[in-house]
């Protein structure tokens, strides 16, 4: 039975095929021009001589192919000579030879002699079989390796043994120098036109200073140095800021940074400073003014007592993590230091209302007061809080328990009006009823104002504050993580303190508008810039923002998911928090 699959072709048949040319409209021509030319060459059953044709009328009994060159003229009556036929076919025919044996295909006179060519028979790729080996056992079989005789199990890595025939295990694969686990490379991917179009601008970052290599190199080489000399208090805190950066302050090379005429001391990681090392900075810096120490675990009561006696000129005390400092310690170094004017404690779960009490008794001229993670700090500290007639800068922020609204306006209402610093980040109790009665009405000369975590802020209530408040000095806003605030509100904000206005935090404000968050561009002091999780955040709000706003150096867009890698950048503006892409600017 026939079927209508078709062997190859030499590209002369197709061309011939597709031109309407086959050997019946050939024999056709033949029998018409030898009936013109008489009855001498027609045999008795009226049939074609081929024989008789090719010797009078010059047509060779070549294959078709020899035919072909002439195909152009075989309709016309003005044909061309038999002997240019034969030489034009023979050349054509010597052409398509050539490359039809560059593909493997051989040619048979003898196939168009027929009407129609002769089915396509041969077997599919499908069914093609390797008689040299056998084909792979079925996954999960069991084999035998050919190099250690041992049983394996088939798996889809299973390699085959070179040479054939057989199989290797995976240890034995291994041990021949291919990896059978090892994924395939991926191939590379080729840009399409459009991406080869894209023209990717970039900015090349800036050298690094000579003051910045040299900080490197001694930060790198640190237990080397034997001293700084005269390199400036400045050059001193960037050393020792690159060396906490990494915990590479140790209590060896942190004598480098003593000195007796040392007033103002920085260590920003005093994890590896243990108590001896402790009392000897206070020994070896008696003079100083102020002191802050992050990360000090270490710090106990017989490092604060010794402080007590060898720093009696310290009026500044900031310490991060003074876990091990208990009541007695503290009541103690408060009467020794009545001059002290500033006391930042952060996460000191010890510190209780009896070191309240004396803090307010000994220190009445406090200016700064940070009482930041305290676990035990609650309304019973408020009216001490309120006794210091000095005060400037007040932070309660995260206390386990929060305040009342009615206790922090109390202490607003006695020390509010020269506040210039207020951050009450986490007391869940604070509501819009505080802004109104407290803040609005009792502290009009903040400069900065953080007001974090507070789920209890409505969007009418902030709104209508920010509408009545008209403070003339504020610098820093944060008002994060508040839900519920947005559409209402950050307009009145603006319109409040968009002249002033040089940081401003609505991260995680989630009833924005692109249009109100466009407004920011009229803030045209502002410098940092958060609106992470604002999701009406786009790429045209942040180029709005970046045209609008001449001095901004940050801004922190993390969670908006609508800011992407093709957002506009400006020259000395970071943006940080673009999904699948950080861009920072050269310093």
């Not at 039975?1 to 056709?28: C, K, Q």
């Not at 070896?284 to 720093?311: E, K, M, Q, Y």
Request: proline share 6%.
């Amino acid at each position: 039975m026939r079927n209508n699959v078709r062997g190859p072709t030499s590209a002369l048949t197709e061309f011939l095929r597709e031109s309407g040319i086959d050997h019946a409209l050939i024999r056709r021509r033949g029998q018409q021009q030898q009936a013109e030319a008489g009855p001498s060459n027609v045999s008795p059953n009226g049939n074609l001589d081929a024989m008789n044709e090719g010797e009078q009328h010059g047509v060779s009994s070549a294959p078709l192919e020899d035919a072909a060159p002439d195909s152009d003229h075989l309709d016309s009556e003005d044909e061309a000579p038999a002997e240019k036929k034969r030489k034009l076919s023979k050349t054509a025919m010597e052409k398509y030879r050539a490359g039809a044996k560059k593909k493997a295909i051989k040619f048979d006179d003898d196939d168009y002699d027929d009407g129609e060519e002769d089915a396509y028979t041969a077997l599919s790729k499908s069914l093609w079989t390797n008689k040299s080996s056998n084909p792979k056992p079925p996954i999960g079989s069991r084999e035998k390796c050919v190099k250690c005789s041992k049983q394996f199990t088939m798996t889809k890595y299973t390699m085959a043994a070179n040479p054939q025939p057989g199989y290797l295990c995976h240890p034995c694969a291994k041990a021949s120098g291919t990896d059978p686990f090892k994924k395939p490379r991926a191939p590379r991917k080729r840009k399409s036109a459009t991406e080869k179009r894209i023209v990717t601008n970039y900015q090349e970052r800036k050298f690094p200073t000579l003051v910045s290599l040299c900080i490197k190199v001694i930060s790198k080489y640190i237990n080397d140095v034997e001293a700084f000399g005269d390199i400036g208090s400045v050059n001193l805190d960037k050393i020792i800021r690159a060396l906490c950066r990494n915990r590479s302050l140790t209590p060896e090379n942190a004598t480098l940074f003593y000195d007796v005429k040392n007033t103002n001391l920085n260590v920003y990681d005093g994890t590896k400073l243990e108590p001896p090392a402790l009392t000897t900075l206070a020994l070896l810096n008696p003079n100083l003014t102020s002191l802050r120490i992050d990360f000090c675990g270490h710090l106990d009561d017989a490092v604060l007592n010794a402080w007590s006696a060898s720093l009696p000129s310290l009026t500044r005390l900031e310490l991060l993590g003074p876990f091990l400092v208990r009541v007695p310690a503290w009541i103690s170094f408060f009467q020794t230091h009545p001059q002290l004017k500033g006391l930042l404690l952060n996460q000191s779960p010890r510190f209780d209302l009896d070191c309240m009490q004396t803090l307010a008794a000994c220190c009445p001229n406090l200016t700064e007061l940070r009482l930041k993670e305290i676990g035990k700090l609650d309304d019973t500290f408020l009216p001490y809080i309120s006794s210091f007639q000095h005060l400037e800068q007040l932070d309660l922020s995260s206390p386990s328990t929060s305040c009342s609204e009615d206790g922090l306006i109390g202490v607003l209402h006695r020390r509010g009006t020269r506040l210039t610093d207020l951050d009450l980040s986490g007391h869940n109790e604070l509501g819009d009823d505080f802004l109104k009665h407290g803040i609005r009405e009792y502290a009009p000369n903040l400069v900065s104002l953080r007001l974090d975590n507070l789920p209890t802020l409505t969007d009418e209530g902030v709104a209508a504050f920010f509408r009545a408040w008209m403070p003339s000095v504020l610098r820093e806003l944060s008002i994060a993580r508040a839900p519920n605030v947005g559409t209402q509100a950050l307009p009145a904000l603006l319109d409040s303190t968009r002249s002033t206005l040089s940081a401003l935090n609505i991260n995680t404000w989630r009833e924005t508008t692109a249009e109100a968050l466009a407004n920011i561009a009229n803030a045209r002091e502002l410098q940092t810039l958060d609106v992470g999780w604002n999701r009406a955040i786009d790429n045209f709000v942040i180029k709005a923002i970046m045209d609008g706003c001449p001095k901004l150096e940050e801004i922190k867009c993390w969670g908006c998911n609508r800011v992407t890698a093709e957002c506009p950048r400006k020259l000395n503006v970071n943006l940080l928090g673009v999904e699948s892409y950080v861009y920072v600017a050269a310093n």
